[in-house]
């Protein structure tokens, strides 16, 4: 049974920056695609970025994509969100989320596939 622990979220600038981080415990790390997810209030919860078991690919969408990175640290067994240029409709919950190394590359924006959640961390950027 794996656990995710993110950390990391804060209160920001518009224009900011922050890391997230996402602790992961009990499980093999490196058999697990990491995901970011983030919630804004009275919305759905959305994919944002993936990274594969051994970080050589990627998948980010299109609206943060060149603000935000996704990478991980299988020895440290934590995988990263940098966001950098932070505006205020990046507000939301950020949860991160582990997937078998087994699923479908193109599955991954399903929250369906995700195995394990992390409890969320809260992004709120000021304008």
């Known amino acids: 049974q794996m656990q995710l622990v993110e950390s990391g979220g804060g209160v920001v600038q518009a224009g900011g920056s922050l890391r997230l981080s996402c602790a992961a415990s009990g499980g093999t790390f490196s058999n697990y695609y990491i995901s970011w997810f983030r919630q804004a209030p009275g919305k759905e919860r959305k994919f944002l970025a993936t990274?594969?078991?051994?970080?050589?690919?990627?998948n980010i969408i299109d609206s943060v994509k060149g603000r935000f990175t996704i990478s991980r640290d299988n020895a440290k067994n934590t995988a990263y969100l940098q966001m950098n240029t932070l505006k205020p409709e990046d507000t939301a919950v950020y949860y991160c989320?582990?997937?078998?190394?087994?699923?479908?590359?193109?599955?991954?924006?399903?929250?369906?596939?995700?195995?394990?959640w992390g409890q969320g961390t809260q992004v709120t950027v000021s304008s």
């Open positions: 989320a582990a997937a078998n190394k087994a699923m479908l590359w193109n599955s991954l924006r399903s929250k369906r596939v995700y195995a394990y």
């Open positions: 990274i594969s078991w051994n970080g050589d690919l990627t």
